[in-house]
Each structure stands twice: as C-alpha cells, then as structure tokens.
C-alpha cells in the first residue's frame, strides 16, 4: 500500500497562488490514479481533481476548473495541484488520496490517503 503525505499549504491572499505537492513514500505511484480532495470544517470531504496512472486524463469539479491544474511526475513520484486565482471559498484541508481509476469522484473510491494540507485564503 502507497503511503502520501501532502505539502505546499499556506496562507494565501485571494487572488493568489499555491502549488501542493503529493510525494509517495515506502512504494511508488505507479499504477495508481491520484485524486485531490478537499474538507471546509463543518463540511463533508469534496472531490476536487484527479489523475490517471499515465498522467493523460484529468477531471476537474467545476468549481475548480480553469483556476486549479493537477499535474504529475513520474520521476519525482509526486502529484502536484497547481492552484491559482484562490478565494476565500477554497479554504480547506487538502488531501490526496490514491485508487484505481481517475474517474472516481466520491472519497469511497480511493483506499490510500495522506494526512492533509491546510489552505487558507484570507485577506
């Protein structure tokens, strides 16, 4: 089983700009699809993005598309969730998470997850 830790989360003005990185450790990626979700305190955990094994297949939630890109790297192992033009709405704790397919949106579909990084827009 993969283990991920997340990194890269802040505090950020809004409008502005974040790069989270996802990095296995103890076993590659390899063969696995990797989703970013996010958890808003009170709220339940929200898909946000995701990535196929070969890297060629991204799905975005809509609230994120053409503000946040999600990207990988086979020779780093890591993922990364390039995230630009934040708001305010988009505080949360950022997880990534692992699975079989990029296609799941729903937390259920993926086994493996990291801790969780917090972002934080505020002014």
């Known amino acids: 089983q993969v283990h991920l830790v997340e990194s890269g989360g802040g505090l950020v003005q809004p409008g502005g700009s974040l790069r989270l990185s996802c990095t296995a450790s103890?076993?590659?990626?390899?063969?696995?699809?990797i989703g970013w979700f996010r958890q808003a305190p009170g709220k339940e955990r929200d898909f946000v993005a995701a990535?196929?094994?070969?890297?060629?297949?991204?799905y975005y939630a809509d609230s994120v598309k053409g503000r946040f890109t999600i990207s990988r790297d086979h020779a780093k192992n890591k993922v990364y969730l390039h995230m630009k033009s934040l708001k305010p709405e988009d505080t949360a704790v950022y997880y990534c998470?692992?699975?079989?397919?990029?296609?799941?949106?729903?937390?259920?579909?993926?086994?493996?997850w990291g801790q969780g990084t917090q972002v934080t827009v505020s002014s």
């Open positions: 103890g076993r590659t990626f390899n063969g696995y699809a």
């Open positions: 990535i196929s094994w070969g890297g060629g297949t991204a």
């Open positions: 998470a692992a699975g079989p397919t990029s296609r799941g949106r729903e937390a259920y579909e993926y086994p493996c």
